[in-house]
């Protein structure tokens, strides 16, 4: 019947004169092609499709694309296209208008909130997507468990402004590490552009200085590999970049219990250095978003999406939270 | 004394023994320098295509009676105790948590490689390594064999319609999952290939590697998008810099007065190729995308400010960045090329009453192309590995779109693009797991090094049979 | 070759000057945009200096540092394996055998610092840190067991010296030091046991202090120097063996012994030519970027130890330029350092090409072949 069809839609294509024979075979092709893809395209109920943009947050590369991947599997004529160059250069990107996502590992100062209300009147959605942490790791089988935070501070800082009295620089200094006999502690972290030095910065040393014989380096996976070569070394990188090779350290919270970075912990905020990663929309009140982009969130709050980004490294909000952001 | 030499070197007297020794040193240098090579080539071969060889999958028992299955992947020494601990890649990350294991050697009982081991690369999750134990589709339930060839059959249809199928799993120590097979990749039983279905399944691997888009945040899949950038970049590089490098050459050693400034611009042109790439990167982020492209952007593109059209790195401005830093390596070998040319030949075209353009255009420049196109070869060569000034100008750590498409104007010059050599950077010190990007890495190096090599020997070649059929002309 | 057709001979002149004047705009335009870069650093590095900014200055002193004592270390391995290999191949080795190294030495020079970088930052570095004492004992124990396979050759048979000659050597020891390499490693760790106390590491620690840090000199001096052995061997190996062969055949003629040639005519008289070499290895080691990058560690100290790490001008400016807006103070301080970089290799390098054009005239005084 195809084919019977095919020869039908050839001649009644090329009825003026006699067909050439290149052009009968690509008439041939599209016809089939024509009939193959109809059924498919009767298959689908309303399509989705664009291209959607998004610029932020350098932690977060891995995670949006991981989602976007998710969205093009779903609706194949969604792509995501994700710019990653640091959580500062989405609210620029939204005040501009040249994107209507804005993914970051921090939340949005009150000055960059301001700057988009001056400009467009009412102020940003801003959602969480997932929870990240930033861990103190050391090798696998260093027999340090836990610091305080004066002895995190102690040992990156030169300052020591969360308030240590000494700065601690030989690993027979912590009382957990007497009989690890390998002199200094080698620190590792990672360069000043990124904002994982900034948060580390301003939460673990109290806003203090860093030390500057830290090996800086250009990830954070690259952290986790180098301290997982080298038995003195100590350093800190995001969350989800925790591998065996290394063993997080738990932190001591102002109660003086221990918290382990664990998905638990790192859920509830008991972790002391534990975050949200936004999600910053433009929505005008009273509008809704274009289908695309109500894909992907609702992506992002489904079942499914909460699971990529465990598979990402990072922590699947509480339900409690994903509740209370249920109308999206 | 005893050391008269007895073949060549029989021409120079005795000499003392210490001095004797020097030589040898000297040869010694030469053979560090040929084992260093051959290491690192031998290495990045072995790592980078045994990447791909479906690996033996192992099934162990711990002492403590726990079992879990593997890839053993290397060996490092205990620190402050005696014995080695392993490596094993376990997969699992949706069950366990984790995808890696180092074990204590002294701790494993036992080490059996059963032939029933599946290993499943899955999309989110990523590999799978248990044992199947049925499918299910539309209440249907395959088991045993049965389940290998419906398995078989659905993964050739596309993702789309295997989305009713569901894999049942467990792990070796029991623990069971239900899988999708929509999320399925691709699915192995390394233990029970002959070496020809290894073979087959190796060939297969390194073609997906070669042809597919990176997946799963540039830790898994292919370089196709880095090869594609890094050539097309690499052409339109070549396209800019052949006119230019050509025409100073011809200016210098054809029209320019041959004084004393002329040798200083020639001394100069030549240190340039000795000026560190990341300089000509940072003139071309600072000219040439936040001066001109800044410009371009205030001109034609001011509707969508401050979102950056040119104004940002850029396929362009990468090309017109390393046509720059290569422009020396072209005039260099141009000018080779056209002072090897017998000044009789010009004054031979000159007195038959040919002008200076005829002469140029019918004698000089055949003459020259092969020196010309040497030059060319070797700047793309230094062009496709430098990585340096592109962290600057426009490469990205993963572009969605291709440079070229079929969207008007096709062929997208202010697109970021990707490329090998940073695609290496940023899997080996950006990616999420270090550990699991190295063979991939490896893989790209190898890919890198093999491009590379080949356009630099095609250099060397042409340049060789160049000065041979020379060599006989004269 | 058939005559060019004559057409109009007013035409064709025209059409000549146009064309010569379209070559010399091309060829000038071009050499201004290369001027042009010096221009531009020049440019963007004036507010800076204007004003004077000495915080400014003492920020980018450690990064200075960093920089030499990279490039220090990379030739403090390269020089003398590339000088040893060029001599042996211009002097010693077999013209067959040198038609084929020499090319694949120049070979290295193609391999891209990011694949260079890579093995040395995440391979090698944490293997020297784990073996230590046996990478130490390497760099002794390689030169010693080249000097036995001398001194074994010396008292070999005459029939195994036939079979193994000197000009070959630079090939038939390759395998030889894969075997010594394979003792000097299954050795050491008895000799760090018996000699050194059990760890090296520690012994340095406690007895002189010495830190010791997974990417350091050491490991970027030998990444780099395998990075910049090529450009070195390469022109030093040119300059030697364009040596007149009057002037060595002269010494040894007079008496000299064939090294005694070699150390007081070759060397001398190639000295300008070696000397360039080494200066325009010292360019490309200073301004290497992808190597610094991935094997340093990034760590900016004013130190000199070879255990310690380092940060270098090109490597900050990798990673850093990209973040700065452009304007700021690091933005500036960056181009600064470009600006240095760029100074510092053309001074080099101009000073390199004169020493080698001068060399090559008085070749041609003293009558060589060329």
Redesign the interface.
């Given at each position: 019947m195809n084919t019977r069809l095919t020869t039908l839609l050839t001649t009644f294509l090329t009825d003026r004169g006699s067909p050439f024979a290149i052009r009968h075979i690509l008439l041939r092709y599209a016809a089939i092609t024509l009939l193959l893809a109809t059924p498919l395209a009767w298959g689908q109920s309303a399509p989705i499709s664009g291209t959607l943009g998004a610029v932020g947050s350098d932690t977060m590369?891995?995670?949006m694309?991981?989602w976007?991947?998710?969205l093009t599997?779903r609706y194949?004529d969604v792509?995501?296209?994700?710019q990653?160059s640091?959580s500062a250069s989405a609210p620029?990107?939204l005040v501009?208008?040249?994107?209507r996502l804005g993914p970051m590992s921090r939340p949005m100062t009150s000055e960059e909130r301001d700057n988009f209300i001056e400009r467009y009147g009412y102020p940003l959605l801003e959602l969480k997507v997932a929870r990240d942490a930033l861990i103190v790791v050391v090798?696998?089988?260093n027999p340090l468990r836990a610091l305080t935070r004066q002895q995190v501070d102690a040992i990156f800082s030169t300052s020591r402004a969360c308030g240590a009295e000494a700065p601690i620089r030989r690993w027979e200094q912590l009382p957990a590490t007497r009989d690890?006999?390998?002199?200094?502690i080698?620190l590792h972290g990672r360069?000043?552009?990124s904002g994982t030095h900034g948060l580390f910065q301003e939460r673990a040393l109290c806003g203090g200085y860093f030390r500057?014989?830290?090996?800086?380096?250009?990830?954070s996976?690259?952290v986790?590999?180098?301290v997982?070569?080298?038995?003195?070394?100590m350093g800190y990188a995001g969350f989800?970049?925790l591998?065996?090779?290394v063993h997080a350290l738990s932190l001591y919270n102002d109660g003086g219990t221990a918290i382990p970075p664990d998905e638990a912990a790192i859920q509830s905020g008991d972790y002391p250095l534990s975050r949200y990663l936004y999600l910053y929309v433009n929505l005008p009140p009273g509008e809704t978003l274009p289908p695309a982009e109500q894909a992907l969130i609702s992506l992002i709050m489904s079942d499914e999406g909460q699971?990529?980004a465990r598979?990402?490294?990072f922590v699947p909000l509480t339900p409690s939270v994903l509740n209370a952001q249920q109308r999206w | 004394m005893t050391s008269v030499s007895a073949n060549s070197a029989s021409r120079h007297p005795r000499f003392s023994r210490v001095n004797d020794l020097w030589p040898w040193l000297c040869a010694a240098s030469v053979a560090l320098s040929l084992l260093m090579l051959g290491a690192l080539l031998t290495l990045l071969l072995v790592r980078g295509l045994g990447h791909f060889w479906p690996a033996t999958l192992e099934e162990i028992t711990l002492s403590s009676g726990e079992t879990f299955a593997g890839q053993a992947v290397r060996e490092v020494a205990l620190p402050q105790q005696d014995g080695d601990e392993r490596l094993y890649f376990t997969g699992n990350q949706d069950i366990d948590g984790v995808r890696w294991r180092w074990v204590a050697i002294d701790e494993i009982v036992e080490r059996a490689q059963p032939t029933d081991l599946i290993r499943l690369d899955r999309s989110p999750w990523g590999d799978f390594i248990g044992r199947l134990v049925a499918i299910e589709q539309h209440g249907q339930r395959w088991e045993g064999d049965a389940a290998w060839q419906q398995l078989a059959t659905l993964l050739k249809l596309p993702a789309n319609q295997r989305q009713e199928s569901q894999l049942l799993l467990t792990t070796v120590d029991g623990q069971i999952l239900r899988q999708p097979l929509a999320n399925v990749v691709s699915a192995q039983t390394p233990n029970a290939m002959a070496w020809w279905q290894k073979t087959f399944a190796w060939g297969d691997a390194v073609w997906r590697f070669l042809s597919e888009g990176p997946r799963a945040a540039n830790t898994d899949g292919g370089v196709w998008p880095a090869i594609f950038g890094t050539v097309l970049m690499v052409i339109l590089m070549s396209v800019i810099v052949t006119p230019f490098g050509v025409l100073a050459a011809i200016y210098l050693n054809e029209i320019a007065h041959q004084g004393r400034l002329t040798r200083l611009v020639r001394i100069g042109v030549r240190n340039l190729a000795g000026v560190p790439s990341i300089v000509y990167g940072v003139f071309g982020l600072g000219v040439f995308v936040y001066g001109v492209g800044g410009s371009l952007d205030e001109w034609f593109f001011s509707d969508t400010l401050p979102s950056p059209t040119f104004g940002t790195g850029g396929l362009l401005w990468a090309s017109l960045t390393l046509a720059l830093l290569t422009l020396p390596v072209v005039i260099v070998a141009t000018e080779e090329g056209l002072a090897r040319i017998p000044e009789a030949q010009r004054e031979g075209a000159v007195a038959l009453g040919a002008t200076r353009l005829e002469m140029l255009t019918r004698i000089v420049l055949p003459m020259a192309a092969p020196a010309m196109l040497t030059g060319v070869i070797l700047a793309v060569a230094r062009a496709a590995g430098e990585v340096a000034p592109l962290m600057l100008v426009g490469v990205a750590k993963l572009a969605p779109q291709m440079p070229i498409d079929g969207e008007f104007p096709y062929l997208h010059l202010e697109r970021k693009f990707m490329h090998l050599g940073y695609h290496l950077f940023d899997t080996a010190f950006h990616g999420e797991d270090v550990q699991a990007a190295i063979p991939l890495v490896y893989a790209t190096a190898l890919l890198l090094v093999l491009i590379v090599l080949v356009l630099n020997l095609t250099a060397i070649f042409l340049r060789h049979y160049l000065r041979r059929q020379r060599g006989n002309e004269c | 070759m058939t005559p060019p057709r004559l057409s109009s001979s007013r035409q064709r002149l025209l059409q000549d000057r146009v064309a010569t004047g379209l070559i010399t705009a091309g060829g000038v335009g071009v050499l201004l945009a290369i001027l042009a870069i010096g221009v531009f650093l020049v440019w963007e590095t004036l507010p800076l200096l204007v004003i004077g900014d000495t915080l400014a200055l003492a920020k980018l002193s450690p990064l200075a540092w960093g920089t030499l004592k990279a490039a220090l270390a990379a030739l403090l391995f390269a020089i003398p394996v590339a000088l040893g290999a060029a001599i042996y191949s211009a002097l010693f080795m077999s013209a067959r055998l040198r038609s084929r190294i020499k090319p694949a030495l120049e070979m290295m020079e193609a391999i891209p610092g990011v694949v260079v970088g890579f093995i040395a930052g995440l391979i090698l570095a944490p293997w020297v840190e784990r073996h230590l004492a046996s990478a130490l004992m390497l760099i002794i124990w390689l030169p010693l067991s080249a000097a036995l396979a001398g001194l074994l050759w010396q008292l070999a048979k005459t029939r195994l010296r036939r079979r193994l000659p000197l000009s070959w050597a630079g090939l038939w020891l390759v395998p030889w030091f894969v075997f010594m390499v394979a003792i000097a490693l299954w050795l050491a760790p008895w000799l760090e046991q018996h000699w050194l106390g059990g760890d090296l590491r520690q012994l340095l620690d406690q007895r002189y202090g010495m830190d010791y840090a997974t990417r350091n000199a050491l490991i970027v001096g030998i990444a780099m120097g395998f990075a910049v052995i090529p450009s070195i061997y390469s022109l030093a190996e040119d300059a030697l063996a364009d040596v007149p062969s009057t002037l060595i055949e002269g010494a040894q003629a007079l008496g000299a012994s064939r090294w005694q040639a070699l150390w007081k005519v070759a060397l001398v008289a190639a000295g300008p030519g070696i000397f360039s070499a080494i200066m325009i290895g010292a360019g490309r080691a200073v301004g290497e970027t992808m190597i610094v990058l991935m094997a340093s560690g990034n760590t900016a100290l004013f130190s000199a130890s070879p255990f310690e790490g380092m940060r270098s001008m090109a490597a900050a400016i990798a990673i850093e330029l990209p973040e700065a807006s452009p304007g700021s103070q690091t933005y500036h301080l960056l181009i600064l350092a470009a600006l240095v970089l760029f100074i510092f290799t053309f001074l080099v390098n101009t000073l390199a090409e004169v020493v080698r054009q001068r060399l090559r005239r008085r070749y041609r005084q003293i009558g060589g072949t060329l």
């Open positions: 590369a891995g995670l694309l991981r976007g991947e998710s599997t194949p792509k995501l296209q994700f990653a640091g620029t990107a501009a208008g040249t994107t090798h696998r089988h690890w006999s390998f002199g200094r080698a360069n000043l552009a500057n014989d830290i090996s800086e380096h250009p990830g996976s690259a986790v590999a180098a997982g070569e080298s038995a003195n070394a989800n970049h591998t065996p090779a699971q990529i598979a990402s490294g | - | -």
